[in-house]
């Protein structure tokens, strides 16, 4: 099964950065691909339990995903299932997230998202283009003024 593996430095302290990647309010600033609104959502990743997003494409087409976050090491790291659902809402093949993030300097860190598990190349191929628009919303959100 195909893995992704991300990683970015970023002008950002190691504890900010955590906050921006598990509470919902820095999350809705960076998840989805570019373009994408998400309108439904229930994501909290500094805790355990289960989470869920609806991404909207520019043409008004729908995308749920949901898992559960397995695991949090606090200001270190944050693990969670994740399964697109189809049409019935049925949750399709789960894979796993992990992403971590470590300190580089006062205002710097490291941000590493891996996406394991994933069902076949053409699976990793449209997440490893999803991950990487969103990464690049991350950035730009981030970036120095």
Same mark, same amino acid.
């Given at each position: 099964m195909p893995d992704l593996r991300f990683e970015r430095d970023l002008d950002i302290s190691a504890p900010d950065l955590w906050d921006f990647i598990t509470t919902t309010e820095g999350l809705l600033k960076w998840w989805g691909p570019e373009g994408v609104t998400?309108? /439904?959502y229930d994501m909290d990743f500094t805790r355990t339990g289960p989470w869920y997003s609806v991404m909207v494409g520019g043409s008004g087409q729908r995308y749920k995903v949901s898992g559960m976050?397995? #695991?949090?090491?606090?200001?270190?790291?944050v693990s969670y299932t994740w399964a697109w659902h189809d049409e019935a809402d049925?949750? &399709?093949t789960e894979s796993r997230v992990r992403m971590s993030v470590s300190e580089l300097g006062a205002d710097r860190s490291r941000f590493v998202? /891996?996406?394991? &598990?994933?069902? #076949?190349s053409e699976a990793a191929g449209k997440h490893d283009e999803g991950w990487t628009s969103c990464l690049k919303k991350m950035e730009s959100v981030l970036a120095p003024v």
């Open positions: 998400v309108p /439904e976050v397995t #695991d949090v090491r606090p200001k270190r790291s049925k949750r &399709g998202l /891996e996406h394991l &598990g994933l069902a #076949d």
